[in-house]
C-alpha cells in the first residue's frame, strides 16, 4: 500500500471536507472513525490517502497531550510523504479548547519535521489568509477579517483575533513566521523558510488568497516532502494546494464523471448548531413541510428522561408517513443562549443516542431511512462515533465542504449515506440539496 497523504481531523464535518477533496478529484481515500484495525485496513487496498476523524477541536489541551501522540505514531507509520493535522477553515480555537498550537507541539514531538506549515486558506470555501490574516465570506456572502465573522461570537472558541500568528501565540510558546503574498509571487519561498527556520520558527504560516497562490504553496510544500516527510496543520486549503501539486505532476486518475445525486425521502436531519447559516437552513426547510422536532438540550442529556422518548416518538411516528423530519436544539445563537446543556460532547452524544435508536426503529419500515444530515461541527463529531461506524468513504459533492459520504459498518447501517455540516456552511435551501430534491 503506497500512501500520498494521512491526515487527523480534529472534527468529523472538517474530516469529511478532506474527504470531498480527495474523491472527487481521482485520489482514493477512507477516513477512518477511530484507529483502524487490520482486518478494516484490509478492506481498502487500493487507497491513497488514510484518514482518523476525532473530535480533539472540543478537547483541552491535556487531553490532546494524552491521546493525540499514539493517534500521530500510528500514522507516522504509513509513512507517507505528508500528513495533517486538519482544523477548521475559520482556526476557531483557543488555549483551553481544540488548541492548533498544542496539536503542533505534538506533531514535532512524534514527527520530528524540520518546520510544521500551517495553511488555513481555503479558497474553494471563500477562506483566505493575507498577511497571516484570516478573511471568510459570511452567510450574506460578504467577506470579513475573521474577528468580524459571525465566527467571533462562536459560543466556545470566539475568533477574536485575525493575525493567526497572534492567535497561535496564546496556544504555545513556539515561533511561527510566514511566508506572505509577495515571496510567493518572488519565488524565494525556499530561500525565506531556510531563514525562517535558522532564526528559529517552529512553525511557518502561508498566504493563502487565489488558486494561484494554493498551487504555489502545494507545489513547494510537495517538493519539500519528497526530501524529508512533512507534519502538516490547516485547513482542507492544505488539501486543496496538495492535489495542485499533484494534478501537476500528472499524478491523479481521471475524477469520476458527475452523477445527479437520486432522491433519498424521508430524509431525517438532526441539528445540533446554533449558528445563523443553520438558522436560516432550519427556517427555510420549516416553511416548505419539512416536520420540525424541538429539542430541549438540556432534557435531551436525560437518556431515560421523558423529552427523549416523546422525541423518539414524534421522529418514528413522521419518518413512517414519508415525512421529511428535522430534530433541533436551538433556531440560531439567540435561543441559544437560553440554553445550558454542558460540554458540546455530552449533547452530541445524547444526539447520537436518539439518531441510533431511531435508525433502528425506521430500519424495517416501508420507508426506512437511508439519508441522513448531521448539522454542528463538535456535536456531529460526538453524535456519529455512537453509531458503531468504522469508516466513511466519498460519495457524491453537494456544496463545497459538505459532501454526501457512504457509511462503513459491522451492522445493518453499512451503506447509510450521511452529510456532516459545520455550522456555517451550506445555502439556504441546503437540506433540500441534501434529499435530493
Given at each position: 500500500m503506497s500512501i500520498l497523504y494521512t491526515f487527523y481531523g480534529d472534527d468529523f464535518t472538517g474530516s469529511t471536507d478532506v474527504l470531498e477533496r480527495l474523491g472527487s478529484n481521482g485520489v482514493p481515500a477512507v477516513l477512518f472513525l477511530g484507529p483502524?484495525?487490520?482486518?478494516?485496513?484490509?478492506?481498502?487496498?487500493?487507497?491513497?490517502?488514510?484518514?482518523?476523524?476525532?473530535?480533539?477541536?472540543?478537547?483541552?489541551?491535556?487531553?490532546?497531550?494524552?491521546?493525540?501522540?499514539?493517534?500521530?505514531?500510528?500514522?507516522?507509520?504509513?509513512?507517507?510523504?505528508?500528513?495533517?493535522?486538519?482544523?477548521?477553515?475559520?482556526?476557531?480555537?483557543?488555549?483551553?479548547?481544540?488548541?492548533?498550537?498544542?496539536?503542533?507541539?505534538?506533531?514535532?514531538?512524534?514527527?520530528?519535521?524540520?518546520?510544521?506549515?500551517?495553511?488555513?486558506?481555503?479558497?474553494?470555501?471563500?477562506?483566505?489568509?493575507?498577511?497571516?490574516?484570516?478573511?471568510?465570506?459570511?452567510?450574506?456572502?460578504?467577506?470579513?477579517?475573521?474577528?468580524?465573522?459571525?465566527?467571533?461570537?462562536h459560543p466556545v472558541t470566539p475568533m477574536h483575533e485575525a493575525d493567526l500568528r497572534v492567535h497561535l501565540a496564546a496556544q504555545s510558546e513556539l515561533k511561527v513566521g510566514l511566508i506572505d503574498i509577495p515571496m510567493l509571487q518572488s519565488g524565494d519561498?525556499?530561500?525565506?523558510?531556510?531563514?525562517?527556520?535558522?532564526?528559529?520558527?517552529a512553525a511557518i504560516l502561508f498566504d493563502t488568497i487565489d488558486g494561484q497562490t494554493q498551487a504555489t504553496v502545494g507545489a513547494f510544500l510537495w517538493s519539500q516532502a519528497q526530501k524529508r516527510p512533512l507534519f502538516a496543520a490547516g485547513s482542507s486549503g492544505l488539501t486543496a494546494a496538495l492535489i495542485?501539486?499533484?494534478?501537476?505532476?500528472?499524478?491523479?486518475?481521471?475524477?469520476?464523471?458527475?452523477?445527479p445525486l437520486p432522491t433519498s425521502r424521508p430524509l431525517l436531519v438532526i441539528s445540533g448548531s446554533c449558528s445563523e447559516a443553520t438558522r436560516r437552513q432550519l427556517g427555510y426547510a420549516l416553511a416548505r413541510g419539512y416536520r420540525g422536532i424541538p429539542l430541549d438540550p438540556v432534557a435531551l442529556l436525560d437518556r431515560n428522561g421523558p423529552a427523549r422518548t416523546e422525541a423518539l416518538r414524534a421522529a418514528s411516528q413522521s419518518?413512517?408517513?414519508?415525512?421529511?423530519?428535522?430534530?433541533?436544539?436551538?433556531?440560531?445563537?439567540?435561543?441559544?443562549?437560553?440554553?445550558?446543556?454542558?460540554?458540546?460532547?455530552?449533547?452530541?452524544?445524547?444526539?447520537?443516542?436518539?439518531?441510533?435508536?431511531?435508525?433502528?426503529?425506521?430500519?424495517?419500515?416501508?420507508?426506512?431511512?437511508?439519508?441522513?444530515l448531521l448539522c454542528g461541527g463538535d456535536t456531529a463529531s460526538h453524535a456519529v462515533q455512537q453509531l458503531g461506524l468504522y469508516a466513511l468513504t466519498w460519495a457524491a459533492n453537494l456544496q463545497p465542504g459538505v459532501p454526501l459520504c457512504?457509511?462503513?459498518?459491522?451492522?445493518?447501517?453499512?451503506?447509510?449515506?450521511?452529510?456532516?455540516?459545520?455550522?456555517?456552511?451550506?445555502?439556504?435551501?441546503?437540506?433540500?440539496?441534501v434529499r435530493g430534491a
Amino acid at each position: 500500500m503506497s500512501i500520498l497523504y494521512t491526515f487527523y481531523g480534529d472534527d468529523f464535518t472538517g474530516s469529511t471536507d478532506v474527504l470531498e477533496r480527495l474523491g472527487s478529484n481521482g485520489v482514493p481515500a477512507v477516513l477512518f472513525l477511530g484507529p483502524p484495525t487490520a482486518r478494516h485496513l484490509a478492506l481498502f487496498p487500493d487507497v491513497k490517502a488514510i484518514g482518523i476523524a476525532g473530535d480533539s477541536r472540543s478537547r483541552s489541551p491535556e487531553w490532546m497531550s494524552a491521546h493525540l501522540p499514539e493517534t500521530f505514531r500510528m500514522l507516522r507509520d504509513f509513512d507517507a510523504p505528508v500528513t495533517h493535522y486538519k482544523v477548521c477553515s475559520t482556526f476557531d480555537s483557543s488555549p483551553a479548547s481544540g488548541s492548533i498550537g498544542r496539536a503542533i507541539e505534538i506533531g514535532l514531538e512524534v514527527f520530528r519535521p524540520a518546520f510544521v506549515p500551517v495553511v488555513v486558506g481555503a479558497p474553494h470555501l471563500r477562506r483566505y489568509v493575507a498577511f497571516g490574516n484570516l478573511f471568510a465570506a459570511d452567510p450574506d456572502g460578504i467577506v470579513q477579517r475573521i474577528d468580524r465573522h459571525p465566527m467571533s461570537r462562536h459560543p466556545v472558541t470566539p475568533m477574536h483575533e485575525a493575525d493567526l500568528r497572534v492567535h497561535l501565540a496564546a496556544q504555545s510558546e513556539l515561533k511561527v513566521g510566514l511566508i506572505d503574498i509577495p515571496m510567493l509571487q518572488s519565488g524565494d519561498s525556499s530561500e525565506a523558510v531556510v531563514s525562517l527556520v535558522a532564526a528559529g520558527h517552529a512553525a511557518i504560516l502561508f498566504d493563502t488568497i487565489d488558486g494561484q497562490t494554493q498551487a504555489t504553496v502545494g507545489a513547494f510544500l510537495w517538493s519539500q516532502a519528497q526530501k524529508r516527510p512533512l507534519f502538516a496543520a490547516g485547513s482542507s486549503g492544505l488539501t486543496a494546494a496538495l492535489i495542485s501539486a499533484w494534478r501537476a505532476l500528472d499524478m491523479l486518475t481521471e475524477p469520476p464523471p458527475h452523477q445527479p445525486l437520486p432522491t433519498s425521502r424521508p430524509l431525517l436531519v438532526i441539528s445540533g448548531s446554533c449558528s445563523e447559516a443553520t438558522r436560516r437552513q432550519l427556517g427555510y426547510a420549516l416553511a416548505r413541510g419539512y416536520r420540525g422536532i424541538p429539542l430541549d438540550p438540556v432534557a435531551l442529556l436525560d437518556r431515560n428522561g421523558p423529552a427523549r422518548t416523546e422525541a423518539l416518538r414524534a421522529a418514528s411516528q413522521s419518518l413512517a408517513a414519508g415525512e421529511d423530519t428535522v430534530l433541533y436544539t436551538a433556531l440560531g445563537p439567540v435561543e441559544a443562549l437560553a440554553h445550558e446543556a454542558g460540554p458540546g460532547s455530552e449533547l452530541g452524544a445524547a444526539l447520537g443516542w436518539l439518531l441510533r435508536d431511531l435508525l433502528a426503529r425506521t430500519g424495517a419500515s416501508p420507508s426506512p431511512v437511508r439519508r441522513v444530515l448531521l448539522c454542528g461541527g463538535d456535536t456531529a463529531s460526538h453524535a456519529v462515533q455512537q453509531l458503531g461506524l468504522y469508516a466513511l468513504t466519498w460519495a457524491a459533492n453537494l456544496q463545497p465542504g459538505v459532501p454526501l459520504c457512504r457509511a462503513h459498518a459491522d451492522s445493518e447501517l453499512h451503506g447509510l449515506e450521511l452529510v456532516l455540516k459545520g455550522g456555517q456552511v451550506g445555502s439556504e435551501d441546503f437540506f433540500d440539496v441534501v434529499r435530493g430534491a
